[in-house]
C-alpha cells in the first residue's frame, strides 16, 4: 500500500469525480480524500466539504489527513466565467494561490494544476500549436490558466515545489455533464442521441477543435503525475492533445451508429471563443517526457459513450 495521501479539489466536477475513482483504485480508497464545495454524496473513501478560498480550512485538511499530492480541480470554466469575469477571476486565482501556498508551508510533495487550450488566442498557429507559443488568451479563464501556470513555475524555481500541470482541450465523457465550457457540445450531443432528440450546436458545424476522452484524460493526469521528476522539462504546462474535430464530423460518427440523428446549428457567444483556440495541437513535448500516447480517436469515443449512454438511460 502506498505512502501516498492525496486530496482533489473539485471532486464533484466533471474530470473530478471520474480522477477521485481512478486515483482510490491506484492508492486505496483511504489514501483519497475527496472535496466540494457540496456534499459528494455515497463514496468509497474520505470526502470533506471544502471552499477552496478558504486557506485556514484547505490547511487543516492538508494536516489532518497528511496529505502528500494535492490535485487543485476547483476551477469557473470559460463559458460561465464570461459571464461575470472578476468572480471567475477570484476563484480561479485565489484557490491556487492558497493551494500553492499550503502545500510550500507542509512540504506537500506533489501539486497537479490542470491548464487548458484556453491560454491560447488567435495570435498563437491554429493548426499544430507549439508547446511554447505567445499567450494571449480572450476570457476569463484563460487569462487565469495562463497566470496559474506562470505561477506554477514560478513555485517549482523559486521554492522547489513539484507543480505539474497540463493543458486539457475539450474533454468528453459520460459520467457526469459538463460544467460551462465552450467544448460542451461534444457531451451533450451524444445526450440528445440516445434520446432520439435533434441536437441544436451553439458552434458552427465547421469549428474544429482539440478534444480527449475521458479514459485518455485520467491516464494522461496519472501519467505525468507518477513521471520521474527529472524528466520533466516543462514546468508551466504540457501541451495534450488526443482527436480533433468539428460538430459536422462528430454528428457524422454518431450518425455511423444512429442514422435517424439530426443536427442544426445555431452559434452563439461561445463562437468566438472557440474561433479563438487551436484546431489542433502539437503535444511532442509530452509524447517525449513522460510517454503520452491516446488510445481513442472518434469513431471508438462515439460507440463507447453511446453504449454507456444508453445504459444509463
Known sequence: MTSDRILLTGAGGQIGAVL????RETYGADHVVATDLKALGPQSGPTEILNALD??????LV???????????AAILSATGEKDPMWAWNINMTSLFNVLEVARQREVAKVYFPSSIAVFGREAHRNNTPQFEV???????GISKVAGENWANYYFRRYGLDVRSMRYPGIIGYQSMPGGGTTDYAVDIYHYAVQHKPYECFLRADTRLPMLYMPDTIKATLQLMEAPSD????????????????????AASIQKEMPGFQI?????FRQAIADSWPATIDDSAARRDWGWQPEYDLDAMTRDMLYHLKLKY
Not at 442544426?264 to 452563439?268: E, G, W
Open 55 to 60: 486557506a485556514p480550512a484547505l490547511d487543516e
Open 231 to 250: 524528466c520533466l522539462t516543462v514546468r508551466t504546462s504540457y501541451n495534450l492533445a488526443g482527436m480533433s474535430f468539428t460538430p459536422e464530423e462528430i
Open 20 to 23: 477521485t475513482e481512478a486515483l
Open 63 to 73: 494536516r489532518k489527513y497528511r496529505i502528500t499530492q494535492i490535485y487543485h480541480l
Open 135 to 141: 499567450l494571449i488568451p480572450e476570457t476569463v479563464y
Open 264 to 268: 442544426s446549428y445555431k452559434p452563439d
